[in-house]
Every structure is written in structure tokens, then in C-alpha cells.
């Protein structure tokens, strides 16, 4: 009997989606009531989620909200976040098609709590899993390239790229899609403008912010798994002074709103430094740098930004009077997540990965990265560049 109940409840599901009603009306009661009989509380509990949406496309709406709460009910005994968030979702539908627009944005609050409880786990399983495997082949990678990289190694390479932009795929699927449901909840109460009181739009402006650091997130961690496959330069070469100079202007207009001085250190005028580099990437690498010193930097601090060349090589160091950071996590700056756990640095908005990046940019460019730090008296990061021939 168990078994004809799923049947039953799988055949109803099935004509649901094909939009035979009626039939699934039918399916979908017999299901119900074996499952009962049975005691398969899940197979009663996916029977009356069924109904309440046949309810729903029916427009019978005080039946629709009557069954999504009894199966709401069911799903938390269950304790089946998935089947509750279904629940939220068409409570909200329903309180929308009402005009009941607070019950309605009470069930997409906790809808999105749950979307969130969802996705934190599925993402932290993804991203540790992503670590493991990424830790492992760069383990192998290293012992394949000391033996000269034969035959077998080769292709060995190529499969741990396909390897590593199937998870790059995956990752993108996984840990974007549930933004789209959130970011179309805040665009459909922002159009019908019911929400007209303070909390309403503080709840609007913090579903908004989520929604842009967790973007931020998600672009940095592919940006840096992408970094780190070794095929995510694109370098011509450029004059480095030249385009020094034209990134510079906007830099110290972001640290003027802020009152604090930029200042562009070299010999007059910069010197003509030709050398093979990515410049989106390296404008990343600035960009980063300096919104780091701005961040850390009280007003009327000091930035200077300067550029030497020496024994073939390019220095650029970023050099501030802000907080500092402790010498004990010097050796951590640019691990991917670390934050300093410190007061100070913890009131300041970030993700943990911009260094992360900023390192595996410098080494694509076969170049190094440094810093130097004093508490109270500031810090200074430098990044070196061989020079090509042709300078």
C-alpha cells in the first residue's frame, strides 16, 4: 500500500505540471488517504502540498491558505526546510492575489530566512568541497610538474581544467540562483508601493544590501578560482607609467570623499616602464589596494602611491598612516577569508578575499607581493613586476 500511495502522489505531481487538474485532483486524494492509512506521514504531507497548489491555480484561495498551512504544519514536524520554504512561497502568492500585502511580505520574510538557511548550507558544503579538491590536485599538479611534466601529466592537466570549470559552473548555478527570487521580491513591492512605512523600507534597503554583499561574495570566489586555473590573464604590453597615470585620478577622488590626500610618488616625468601586463587586472590589484588604505585611514590621512625601478624589476607600494595590522596576522593578510580579528577591522565592510585576489593576480604575473605594518602608525604594500625586454 505504501508503494501504490507514492504511485499515486508521483502521478498527480506529474499531471499538475502538465495542467490536468482534474486528474490530479483525483490521483492525488487516493494517494493522500493511503499514505494515511499507512501512517507515511511524508507521502500525506507531499500529497496535501499538491492539493494546496491545485487550490492556488484554481483561485480558491481560503483553500489554498487553509491546506499551505496545514502543510506547513506537516513540514516543520518533518523538519523539511524545503517543503516549508514551498509553503512560504505559496502563502505569499495567495496574501499577494488578496491584496493582503503585509501577510504577504510576513511569508516572504520568512521565506527568505529560509532561502538563506538553505543556501549557507549548501554553499558552505560546496565551497569546502571546492577547497578540498582544489588543495588536493594542486598537491598532485606539483609532484606531476618535477617529473617533467610527460605525457601522462599532460593530459592529467587537462583534465583537472575541465575538472575545475565544471565546479566553476556548478558554483555559478548553484550560488546565484537563489538571488534571483529575492531580487524580484524587492523589485514587485517596490512597484506597488504598499510598503509606505519606515520599517517597510528599512527591511526593502536591508534585503538590498544582502543581496549586494552576497553578489560581491559570489563574484569574488569564482573570480579567484578562475585566477588560480592560470588562464584568467589577458596581457599586452603596455607602458606602466602611462597607465599609472590614468587610473589615478579616480583613485584620489575616492579618497578625496573621505578627506584624506592621495599623492603620486615618482622621478618627473614617470618613466617609460614597458612591460607584458593584464591591465584590467593589474587596475584590479590597484583599485583594491587603494580602497583598502581608505578604508583603514582616518580623515585627513595620508596615501602615496609610488613606482621604482630597479635591477629589472618594478616596484609599486601603496603606503598609508591608518590603523595598521598586528604583527601577528601579517602572515595571514592574504589567505582567502581571513579577516584580522580585531575591533577596528572587524566595524569594516569585506568579504576577506579582495587581498586573496590581489595575490594570485600579482602571481599570474610571475611578480610578488609584500607588506609591512605597524599599529597605530600604518601599513605598506608593494608588489614587484619583472620587467620585460623589450623595455
Given at each position: 500500500?505504501?508503494?501504490?500511495?507514492?504511485?499515486?502522489?508521483?502521478?498527480?505531481?506529474?499531471?499538475?505540471?502538465?495542467?490536468?487538474?482534474?486528474?490530479?485532483?483525483?490521483?492525488?486524494?487516493?494517494?493522500?488517504?493511503?499514505?494515511?492509512?499507512?501512517?507515511?506521514?511524508?507521502?500525506?504531507a507531499n500529497a496535501l502540498m499538491i492539493l494546496s497548489k491545485i487550490y492556488l491555480r484554481r483561485?480558491?484561495?481560503?483553500?489554498?491558505?487553509?491546506?499551505?498551512?496545514?502543510?506547513?504544519?506537516?513540514?516543520?514536524?518533518?523538519?523539511?526546510?524545503?517543503?516549508?520554504?514551498?509553503?512560504?512561497?505559496?502563502?505569499?502568492?495567495?496574501?499577494?492575489?488578496?491584496?493582503?500585502?503585509?501577510?504577504?511580505?510576513?511569508?516572504?520574510?520568512?521565506?527568505?530566512?529560509?532561502?538563506?538557511?538553505?543556501?549557507?548550507?549548501?554553499?558552505?558544503?560546496?565551497?569546502?568541497?571546492?577547497?578540498?579538491?582544489?588543495?588536493?590536485?594542486?598537491?598532485?599538479?606539483?609532484?606531476?610538474?618535477?617529473?617533467?611534466?610527460?605525457?601522462?601529466?599532460?593530459?592529467?592537466?587537462k583534465q583537472l581544467s575541465q575538472m575545475k570549470d565544471e565546479i566553476l559552473n556548478v558554483a555559478?548555478?548553484?550560488?546565484?540562483?537563489?538571488?534571483?527570487?529575492?531580487?524580484?521580491?524587492?523589485?514587485?513591492?517596490?512597484?506597488?508601493?504598499?510598503?509606505?512605512?519606515?520599517?517597510?523600507?528599512?527591511?526593502?534597503?536591508?534585503?538590498?544590501?544582502?543581496?549586494?554583499?552576497?553578489?560581491?561574495?559570489?563574484?569574488?570566489?569564482?573570480?579567484?578560482?578562475?585566477?588560480?586555473?592560470?588562464?584568467?590573464?589577458?596581457?599586452?604590453?603596455?607602458?606602466?607609467?602611462?597607465?599609472?597615470?590614468?587610473?589615478?585620478?579616480?583613485?584620489?577622488?575616492?579618497?578625496?570623499?573621505?578627506?584624506?590626500?592621495?599623492?603620486?610618488?615618482?622621478?618627473?616625468?614617470?618613466?617609460?616602464?614597458?612591460?607584458?601586463?593584464?591591465?584590467?587586472?593589474?587596475?584590479?590589484?590597484?583599485?583594491?589596494?587603494?580602497?583598502?588604505?581608505?578604508?583603514?585611514?582616518?580623515?585627513?590621512?595620508?596615501?602615496?602611491?609610488?613606482?621604482?625601478?630597479?635591477?629589472?624589476?618594478?616596484?609599486?607600494?601603496?603606503?598609508d598612516n591608518g590603523i595598521g595590522i598586528p604583527a601577528h596576522a601579517l602572515p595571514f593578510v592574504?589567505?582567502?577569508?581571513?579577516?584580522?580579528?580585531?575591533?577596528?577591522?572587524?566595524?569594516?565592510?569585506?568579504?576577506?578575499?579582495?587581498?586573496?585576489?590581489?595575490?594570485?593576480?600579482?602571481?599570474?604575473?610571475?611578480?610578488?607581493?609584500?607588506?609591512?605594518?605597524?599599529?597605530?602608525?600604518?601599513?605598506?604594500?608593494?608588489?614587484?613586476?619583472?620587467?620585460?625586454?623589450?623595455?
Amino acid at each position: 500500500m505504501d508503494g501504490q500511495a507514492r504511485a499515486n502522489i508521483v502521478v498527480a505531481d506529474l499531471q499538475l505540471r502538465s495542467g490536468d487538474d482534474v486528474q490530479a485532483m483525483q490521483h492525488v486524494e487516493i494517494g493522500r488517504q493511503i499514505a494515511k492509512a499507512c501512517g507515511n506521514v511524508a507521502a500525506a504531507a507531499n500529497a496535501l502540498m499538491i492539493l494546496s497548489k491545485i487550490y492556488l491555480r484554481r483561485g480558491d484561495y481560503d483553500l489554498a491558505i487553509a491546506s499551505f498551512k496545514d502543510t506547513l504544519r506537516q513540514a516543520e514536524t518533518l523538519q523539511s526546510k524545503m517543503m516549508q520554504l514551498d509553503c512560504h512561497q505559496g502563502l505569499t502568492e495567495c496574501y499577494r492575489r488578496l491584496d493582503d500585502w503585509k501577510t504577504a511580505l510576513e511569508n516572504q520574510q520568512q521565506g527568505v530566512v529560509l532561502k538563506d538557511e538553505i543556501r549557507s548550507e549548501e554553499s558552505i558544503t560546496k565551497l569546502r568541497n571546492l577547497e578540498a579538491l582544489y588543495k588536493t590536485r594542486q598537491a598532485q599538479s606539483e609532484a606531476d610538474a618535477q617529473r617533467r611534466l610527460r605525457e601522462e601529466d599532460r593530459r592529467y592537466y587537462k583534465q583537472l581544467s575541465q575538472m575545475k570549470d565544471e565546479i566553476l559552473n556548478v558554483a555559478s548555478h548553484d550560488l546565484k540562483s537563489p538571488l534571483v527570487g529575492i531580487k524580484l521580491t524587492v523589485d514587485s513591492l517596490r512597484r506597488h508601493g504598499r510598503l509606505e512605512d519606515t520599517r517597510g523600507q528599512q527591511l526593502l534597503s536591508d534585503i538590498d544590501t544582502t543581496i549586494r554583499q552576497m553578489g560581491n561574495l559570489i563574484v569574488n570566489v569564482l573570480d579567484l578560482a578562475k585566477l588560480e586555473t592560470g588562464r584568467a590573464l589577458d596581457t599586452e604590453l603596455c607602458d606602466f607609467g602611462a597607465f599609472l597615470e590614468s587610473l589615478f585620478a579616480d583613485m584620489e577622488r575616492a579618497a578625496s570623499q573621505k578627506r584624506i590626500h592621495l599623492r603620486l610618488q615618482h622621478s618627473h616625468p614617470l618613466p617609460l616602464v614597458m612591460l607584458p601586463f593584464d591591465p584590467d587586472r593589474l587596475s584590479q590589484v590597484l583599485q583594491n589596494l587603494i580602497s583598502n588604505a581608505i578604508k583603514y585611514t582616518p580623515e585627513d590621512g595620508d596615501i602615496t602611491l609610488s613606482c621604482s625601478v630597479q635591477q629589472r624589476l618594478l616596484t609599486v607600494t601603496v603606503t598609508d598612516n591608518g590603523i595598521g595590522i598586528p604583527a601577528h596576522a601579517l602572515p595571514f593578510v592574504f589567505e582567502r577569508f581571513y579577516r584580522v580579528l580585531d575591533e577596528r577591522h572587524q566595524n569594516v565592510e569585506g568579504s576577506g578575499l579582495g587581498l586573496a585576489i590581489v595575490k594570485a593576480i600579482i602571481e599570474q604575473h610571475n611578480g610578488t607581493i609584500q607588506v609591512e605594518s605597524e599599529i597605530g602608525r600604518g601599513s605598506a604594500f608593494s608588489f614587484m613586476l619583472p620587467l620585460d625586454k623589450t623595455e
